[in-house]
């Protein structure tokens, strides 16, 4: 135990509502960038949950991606599973561009959950829709 470790206390333990910020987060930096539509958009999912969104930072800096997928995949249930991703995928979207290492890490989540393109693809449309902004100029 290092000297200052006493003061950190112990990381959120991962809930199914906490692994929806967790992956939240984990997609809104996985440009390293986060952009103020990526910001708002997760805090809207969360309902404004401020003190989730902590807590999934506190868990995100004990856990990394890989550890986080291995308890999340273990943890949620299919509807779990295929909410995440699809708050993933529209998190995505929010700033108006799908970086490469965001698609790649939708990729990861999707393989780790087990969850195929064909079944995410026609969420993924409602939301490309809902995210166009130009059809009203």
Do not use: W
């Not at 135990?1 to 206390?9: A, E, T």
């Not at 997609?27 to 401020?50: F, P, T």
């Not at 991703?85 to 990729?107: C, I, K, M, R, W």
């Amino acid at each position: 135990m290092g000297l200052f470790d006493m003061f950190k206390g112990a990381p959120p333990k991962l809930t199914p509502k906490l692994a929806l910020a967790v992956g939240l987060l984990h997609m809104i930096h996985a440009d390293g960038e986060v952009e103020a539509e990526e910001l708002g958009q997760v805090l809207q999912a969360l309902g404004n949950d401020k003190a989730l969104f902590e807590d999934a930072g506190k868990y995100a800096k004990v856990n990394n991606v890989d550890a986080f997928l291995t308890e999340s995949a273990s943890l949620l249930n299919s509807d779990q599973k295929l909410c995440v991703l699809l708050n993933l995928y529209d998190s995505l979207l929010s700033d108006g561009v799908a970086a490469p290492e965001e698609q790649a890490l939708l990729t990861r989540f999707m393989t780790t959950y087990g969850v195929t393109e064909e079944t995410l693809k026609p969420y993924a449309l409602g939301i490309s829709v809902k995210n166009n902004r130009q059809v009203f100029g």
